[in-house]
């Protein structure tokens, strides 16, 4: 165990649905991460949040749309994706100002999109 | 952007044998990481070294660094089966907003055959 819980670890949903995932941290970081990790691809950073701040959305489409309503708490709010959105969606976090700068990672959710 | 390459992509040895995967990156570091990921799973801290160490140790786990190169390798003694996973090396960078962030390598997967 990481701190780090993620749910639903899987998710199989329409194009037309609207799901959300959810992310928690117990470890009293401030720094939260969403990543997407696709079949052959390097993991792609999505957003980061600190101290419930977006700070980074990394060319994301409208279609994920993260909540942050504490530094504990993280969402991604999913709308009308496509069948290429499919992947393993993974949270972390981390402690913003420490030099080590590493992340704790939960253990994803698994998307389909049909 | 700075992005970690991993090499190989795929190693595959026999259970006591050592593993060798290798990182390449683009740009000035504070520091570089190492991350395990199980299949299907989040990833997991191993190692930190920062860009003033050459060298370091931790169980079966030797990572070196050597900044005019860019490049860091991890060194894996007496594989067991349990080793089997994807690797991943990370660089620290600092994203809009002064938002601390990491960079991941595509990732190396390694299989230890019995």
Redesign the interface.
């Known amino acids: 165990e990481?701190g780090?819980t993620?749910t639903p670890r899987h998710l199989v949903m329409g194009m037309t649905n609207k799901k959300s995932l959810k992310c928690e941290q117990h470890l009293g970081h401030n720094?939260m991460?969403w990543y997407k990790q696709s079949a052959k691809?390097?993991?792609e950073?999505m957003f980061?949040y600190?101290f419930k701040e977006q700070?980074?959305n990394n060319s994301v489409p409208s279609r994920f749309s993260p909540e942050c309503p504490n530094s504990s708490h993280l969402f991604l709010h999913l709308h009308t994706l496509q069948p290429e959105d499919s992947a393993?969606y993974?949270c972390?976090s981390?402690s913003?100002g420490s030099?080590?700068?590493?992340?704790?990672?939960?253990?994803?959710t698994?998307l389909t999109v049909l | 952007s700075q992005?970690g390459e991993e090499d190989p992509q795929a190693l595959s040895i026999q259970e006591g044998e050592n593993a060798t995967m290798n990182c390449s990156y683009k740009t000035s570091i504070?520091?570089l990481?190492w991350?395990r990921q199980n299949s299907?799973?989040?990833?997991?801290?191993l190692i930190?070294i920062r860009s003033n160490e050459r060298e370091k140790h931790s169980g079966r786990l030797r990572v070196t660094l050597d900044t005019s190169k860019k490049s860091s390798s991890l060194l894996i003694t007496a594989s067991r089966a349990a080793d089997t996973a994807s690797y991943?090396c990370?660089t620290?960078a600092i994203?809009?907003?002064?938002?601390?962030?990491?960079?991941?390598?595509?990732?190396t997967r390694l299989t230890i055959n019995p």
Do not use: M
């Not at chain 1, 030099?99 to 994803?108: I, K, V």
């Not at chain 2, 299907?40 to 801290?45: A, F, K, T």
């Open positions: 990481t780090v993620q720094a991460y691809k390097p993991l950073l980061v600190n700070t980074e393993l993974l972390a981390s913003r030099l080590r700068n590493e992340q704790f990672f939960g253990p994803g698994r | 992005q504070n520091n990481q991350y299907g799973r989040g990833l997991v801290h930190l991943f990370a620290d994203g809009r907003q002064g938002a601390q962030k990491l960079v991941f390598g595509q990732g």
